[in-house]
């Protein structure tokens, strides 16, 4: 068996900016590769993303190897996971860490696989076990009624890490570390999927992960035109209208509006929970917001355990008497 | 159209959190009691994605599962609700496993049935959220795969697959046998007629045991656990009082706004 040795995270890119995720990956892979003293590559994977080199250097990288072929613009699965294998082929790391974006999800259980090893996904707290110098990995199960500390038996332990879990270090422009190059013989024949169409989703207003306030609407609100209130909240306050699960099930809103361990990560500093019962899945998407308050008639919701402030009021009747203060301060 | 979907039984997710407890000393989860299992919800997804290929270009879909003591009434639902055949890997080794030797067997399975064009299978498991044993199976099989779908559908010759992404959808062309994971977004399992539900008890099950896949100790086995809890996350939750609806909503945001949160 090779001699596995520190840290590689992987750092996602967007329209040729690092993504947040990739930041947060290498701030929690520095903390591991300090643990173990050992060092903390990157790896940058895509088309025209070379020169995000340094960036990831300032972030706490030693070392970035770079793969930058045109045939890796759009992610595909197979040609990914080429450009992966190749690199983790070279740099043996112990440790490999991707984000739990459609991406680290498509790609990291068959990079596992691939390399006789397995993943542990959605992963919100990394630690190195004392004793054995293994990686300790905390998912939550059943649906967020329960974690798991879990490990990886074998090298290299991979795993996907949940975003804003980890907070990104300071740029540190200063920083000197190693660029490697690497070049990969895609084989065309082996890419065997193609994106025949992309449809982006006009969104208005702010981004739901990137909002400082956002409202969210659970199976109480009854209907689609509840959601519009919930807006006009949400537009006061410059925030973004989420939604549970069983919401966007009943199409009261769109399915990119979901908050909760099957839709999307928040944590904004100002969490408006409105008719929600507070399931474990949905607690697991907004919990780490800085606060929470929730409205909600009856008063043994659960989600009244996880609020900092709240009322037991129908909605329907609190909610446009909420809104209207809230106007009325904001704008005074 | 040869179509194969992966179901697992599940403890019924959508149980109130109050009544869900671990054993701390053996990391397991107890039962709650008057919980039925169901079918992993986004294997529903999958069951539904399957049906709607096999409606629109015509398929047989056999639907496979692993576990121990896997209940027949829940497992049953999936041919109800128009899967043509059943194949059971049932066996008391088959308990606790992880998503390597689950995915291992699984496709030892499909191996085992043999004709395939597509696999679906859901996400990820409402259990142990592993998220991997699809794709697990797709690497073990050497097929190409698509995760996250939200529309599945054959044609122009071709495998489409709509994916859900952050900001929208990407429709994916593949080539088959392909293997394919779904999300909610791919709809609801159709909810099957008395009269299915009466002919799906009478269809025979194949069960196939350990033994029959060569299956002796989970040599695959490659994740441990170390410890299962029940994270506290109670807060002090300060409740504003009125004597309206109205004016508490009114007290909550002059509250906010003392606290500088708005």
Known sequence: MADYQGVLVHCETSEGKLASIAAELLAAGKSLAGELGQELSAVLIGSDIAGLSQEVISRGADRVYVVDQPLLKDYLTDSYLQAMVKVIGQAAPRIVLLGQTHLGRDLAPRLAFRLNTAAVMDCVALAIDPATRRLLMTKPVYGGNAQAIQVCESDPQVATVRSKVVSPLPMDSGRQGGVINVAVDIDPALVRTRVLARKAETSTGVKLEDAAVVVTGGRGIGGAEGFKQLAELAGTLNGAVGATRPACDNQWISDNAQVGLTGKIVSPNLYIAVAVSGSSQHLSGCSSSKVIVAINKDPEANIFKSAHYGIVADWKKALPAFTAKVKELVSG | ?262
């Not at chain 2, 977004?185 to 007629?193: D, F, I, K, N, Y």
């Open chain 2, 1 to 262: 159209m040869k179509i194969i979907v992966c179901v697992k039984v599940v403890l019924d997710p959508e149980m109130p959190a109050s009544s869900f407890k671990v054993d701390a000393a053996t990391n397991k989860v107890i039962p709650p009691k008057g919980t039925p299992p169901v079918l992993n919800p986004f294997d529903e997804n999958a069951l539904e994605a399957a049906l709607r290929i096999k409606e629109s270009a015509g398929a047989s879909v056999t639907v496979l599962s692993l576990g121990k003591n896997i209940s027949k009434a829940v497992i049953r639902k999936s041919l109800a609700a128009g899967a043509d055949r059943l194949v059971l890997l049932e066996d008391d080794a088959f308990e606790d496993l992880d998503a390597c030797t689950t995915a291992g067997l699984l496709a030892d399975a499909i191996r085992e049935i043999g004709e395939y064009d597509v696999i679906i299978c859901g996400r990820e498991a409402a259990d142990t959220s592993a998220g991997q044993v699809g794709l697990g199976i797709a690497e073990i099989l050497g097929i190409p795969s698509v995760s996250l779908a939200g529309k599945v559908e054959f044609a122009d010759n071709q495998l489409k697959v709509d994916r859900v992404l952050a900001y929208g959808t990407e429709t994916i062309g593949v080539l088959l046998p392909a293997l394919v994971t779904v999300g909610n977004e791919a709809g609801a399992l159709r909810t099957p007629g008395i009269k299915a539900v009466m002919e799906a008890q009478k269809k025979p099950l194949t069960v196939w045991k350990a033994a029959d896949l060569g299956f002796s100790q989970p040599q695959t086995r490659k994740i441990g656990v170390r410890k299962v809890f029940q994270p506290v996350h109670e807060t002090k939750c300060d409740i504003v009082t009125a004597d309206t609806p109205e004016e508490a909503a009114v007290g909550l945001a002059r509250k906010l706004r003392e606290a500088k949160v708005l």
